[in-house]
């Protein structure tokens, strides 16, 4: 295994397999094919190896990792708020996985089983739930953390696998995450604690777990993140494990190298990949290499890399490559659309001074530490009824308002998507609000970030520009139904409630935000006003390239290979059709884990042709 800088060590040089993007899917993949010792792979990661970094490592310094490790994917203005957002991705070795929160959840056995039911088989919460028990290496809490509050349901976690889960040691503030819950129970009396979020019923309120290696007495300096870097990758460099696997890193994957006529006809074969040192954004490349494919191109790009590689290869729409400047390769008009990232607004008060360690902790802190997911009739109370008939009802005209902006392609296959995830929320009880409650994310604070999980609108992101340094255009399309502004604007309303509750109400002594800005008797409007002029991204993109069938608007088939294309494959978080009720990490992995073996011929593939 070895992580190398300079590209003349991979130069015109010939691999097996070529995955594009090291970050949390792309390292799994990687990782797991170079078990195969006749496979010889190639990552090639824009970002650097920061192996050692205590930025990333140290779980308090998320907030850095993610300012000094960051692609800056800006949003056209938004339509509600007017605003330019920026949705941040990891543009480093582990990708998004080594700057993220690390909270580790999953989401609804109903959205896993969405796959499927959508039209691509294998895909379901049993098939998924073995791969991401696949990647986990689970610490069951011990005396301590479970006296602090940590429950688990362990039959759901593997304990085998490469990535370290657990709740932290040493672990601080424990006092605050549990009356946060006490204080969501007492504001939802139908709502449960949760004993594990991570069983296909996350519904409820519970402390988080984290993608963590807990403190032990051998790392007495406490938690260490465990990146898809750390877990699938830096345990084998020194050894002679995985001589068939070259990593390269500070360099961008700028197009695929086709041969139009080799194999089947009609469809393109990629031969080669061509790359570059990462420019700086907005600037020009430099000078341009490539490397041999044998069998496959892996892009894992992540969900807003990926459907700008496939576009700057030619897989897209045609029209857009073309006022790009971009040869069509494959006239694949749903890379880029179906884009569902979440809204997030946050509350901020002030904790009361004087309080110790189990209340508010500066050393060792991961900030979130408890969590609510929460059900449409839980927020809209006697309005939720008719907010889910509308849901129900209003599928014809919701798909076709979509499909008329660019934000999916086909009216059919959306009205499928749009009526299987209707009745997700409304039958199934998928949570549609998520709070996370954070202790000094703002020094002396509690925060409260409430977030819409199920976005109704589908955004795009395409690129302008055969260059590939210049970013792509993105409009996510943030709470553009008034639905999910009611939704939004309940959410906020009653974080306002649950911070009024005992016993939460007891450790703070001011509300910071929204404060002054919205009375006690501020009305629907003014809080959507509100919400509107104040949220930001969750960064929660998925669904670009997504899993559905072709003539439904998806872009890839079961096994992964993008339509139309002999041997491009996409694995990564933008192959998740719907969005889910979680974080996506620990399902990535599992996306990951799952299309390895696929890759590798373990798991059969599906016949498409
Ligand atoms: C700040 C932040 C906080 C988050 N918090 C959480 C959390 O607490 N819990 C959770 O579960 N999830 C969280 N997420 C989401 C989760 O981490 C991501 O959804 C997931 O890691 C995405 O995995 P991926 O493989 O799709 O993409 P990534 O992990 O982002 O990997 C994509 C990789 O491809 C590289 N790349 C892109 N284009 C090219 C190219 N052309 N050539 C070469 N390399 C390229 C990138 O540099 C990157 O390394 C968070 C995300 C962010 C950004």
């Known amino acids: ?108 056995k ?39 509050g940590a429950t688990s349901v362990p039959s759901v976690h593997g304990t085998q696998g490469q990535v370290n889960v657990g709740f932290p040691q040493p672990w601080g503030a424990w006092v605050s995450y549990q009356s946060h819950i006490s204080s969501v129970l007492a504001t939802f009396p139908d709502a449960q604690r949760n004993p594990d979020i991570g069983t296909g019923t996350p519904n409820g309120a519970s402390v988080f777990v984290y993608s963590i290696k807990p403190g032990t007495s051998e790392t007495p300096g406490g938690n260490v993140r465990s990146s898809s870097a750390a877990a699938y990758i830096y345990p084998f460099l020194g050894t002679s494990a995985k001589p068939n696997l070259t990593i390269l890193v500070g360099h961008q994957a700028t ?20 790359f570059a040192a990462t420019p700086a954004a907005n600037t020009t490349i430099g000078t341009v290499y490539s490397v041999v494919v044998q069998d496959e191109v892996i892009v894992s790009s992540g969900a807003l890399g990926s459907p700008r590689f496939l ?43 004087g309080q110790n360690s189990s209340v508010i902790e500066t050393a060792n802190q991961i900030t979130e530490g408890s969590v609510a997911y929460i059900e449409l009739n839980q927020i809209l109370g006697a309005k939720g009824p008719a907010a889910g008939q509308y849901l129900l009802n209003s599928i014809s005209d ?16 959306l009205k499928k998507v749009l009526q299987y995830q209707a009745n997700s929320i409304v039958n199934e009880k998928a949570p549609v609000v998520e709070y996370s409650f954070a202790v ?49 604007g309940n959410a906020t309303k009653l ?37 509107a002029a104040t949220y930001t991204p969750v960064l929660h993109p998925v669904g670009t390239v997504a899993l559905l069938p072709q003539e439904d608007g998806g872009a890839v088939d079961p096994n992964l290979i993008v339509y139309g294309t002999q041997n491009v494959r996409v694995v990564d978080s933008s192959i998740i059709p719907i969005q889910i009720s979680a974080h996506l ?5 599992g996306i990951a884990e799952r299309a390895a073996d696929i890759i590798k011929g373990v798991i059969p593939p599906v016949q498409c042709d």
Request: net charge neutral.
């Open 1 to 108: 295994l070895s992580i190398v800088t300079d590209p003349s060590t991979v130069a015109s040089k010939s691999f097996t397999h070529v995955i594009v993007g090291g970050g949390t899917a792309g390292l799994t993949v990687a990782s797991r094919l170079s078990e195969v010792s006749k496979n010889k792979i190639l990552v090639i990661e824009a970002g650097p190896n920061e192996r050692g970094n205590p930025t990333i490592d140290d779980p308090a310094q998320e907030t850095n990792s993610v300012g000094e490790f960051g692609w800056f994917y800006n949003t056209v203005p938004q339509q509600v708020g007017g605003l330019v957002q920026t949705i941040y991705q990891g543009e480093v070795l582990g990708g998004s996985s080594a700057i993220n929160g690390m909270q580790w959840t999953r989401g609804t």
């Open 110 to 148: 109903d959205q896993y089983d969405a796959f499927q039911a959508l039209g691509s088989p294998g895909w379901n919460f049993s098939s998924l739930l073995t791969y991401m028990k696949k990647s986990e290496i689970y610490h069951v809490p011990n005396a301590e953390q479970r006296a602090r």
């Open 255 to 274: 197009t695929i190298v086709w041969d139009r006529a080799a194999g089947k006809p009609g469809k393109p074969k990629a031969i080669g990949v061509k």
């Open 311 to 353: 576009e700057l290869s030619g897989i897209g729409d045609k029209n857009i490559l073309k006022k790009a400047g971009v040869p069509v390769m494959v006239d694949l008009p749903s890379v880029g659309t179906n884009l569902q990232d979440q809204p997030l607004t946050t509350s901020l008060y002030q904790i009361k001074p």
């Open 398 to 413: 919701r798909a076709q308002a979509i499909v008329k902006t660019g934000g999916f392609t086909s009216v059919s296959g």
């Open 440 to 488: 000094n994310l703002i020094n002396g604070t509690f925060a409260h970030l409430v977030w819409n999980l199920l976005p109704q609108v589908r955004g795009t992101i395409h690129i302008t520009s055969s260059n590939p340094a210049i970013y792509p255009a993105l409009d996510p399309k943030y709470l553009t139904t008034q639905f999910e502004l009611d939704l939004h």
């Open 495 to 531: 974080s306002r409630t649950i911070f009024g509750k005992q016993p939460l109400a007891s450790l703070w002594n001011g509300e910071i935000f929204p404060g002054q800005n919205l009375s006690t008797t501020a009305t629907d409007a003014q809080w959507q006003k509100f919400i």
């Open 585 to 589: 990490s620990a399902t990535v992995y």
